[in-house]
């Protein structure tokens, strides 16, 4: 019987390894906002989000830089934003994404206490909902 219930062990362990590396690998590029909207308020869109190797860059009136980590096994996956140096610096920001091949959409949880459970951004929250396009090189 130990058999069965290592070979699953096994796979899921495996399973969950190869998502996580998949999406490690697949959110990494520079991505342009398509949308966005923070408070279920439309948001201008002038900034571009670089992500690598555990560490971002948004590029908008004032540099924002930190590092983020990502649990892909999470329902919905789950993005943690740190930052360390520009408007964000010592913040801790909890979100969620979703990741359909060259679009990445993220739900930021601006108040940095609750992290979102959904896609949404509704009035009178602090909630930051952008959709992005990876940028072609």
């Known amino acids: 019987m130990k ?4 070979l699953s062990t096994f796979l ?41 190797a555990g560490k971002y860059e948004v590029a908008a009136e004032n540099l924002d830089k930190g590092t983020y980590a990502i ?3 999470a329902k919905p ?8 140096e520009g408007p964000n610096a010592g913040r801790k920001i909890p979100g969620i994404y979703e990741l359909d091949g060259d679009t990445l959409r ?13 896609f949404k951004s509704a009035a009178g929250t602090r909630l930051f909902l952008v959709t992005y396009k990876r940028k072609k090189t």
């Open 3 to 6: 058999t069965p219930l290592l």
């Open 12 to 52: 899921l362990v495996t399973a969950f390894t190869t998502l996580a590396a998949e999406d490690a690998k697949d959110i990494q590029g520079t991505w342009l906002p398509e949308t966005a909207e923070l408070g279920g308020r439309p948001f201008k869109t002038n900034f571009t989000l670089k992500l690598d």
């Open 71 to 73: 649990d892909p096994a």
């Open 77 to 84: 996956r789950t993005i943690d934003i740190t930052g360390v």
């Open 106 to 118: 993220l739900c930021y949880g601006m108040a940095g206490s609750t992290r979102p459970t959904e």
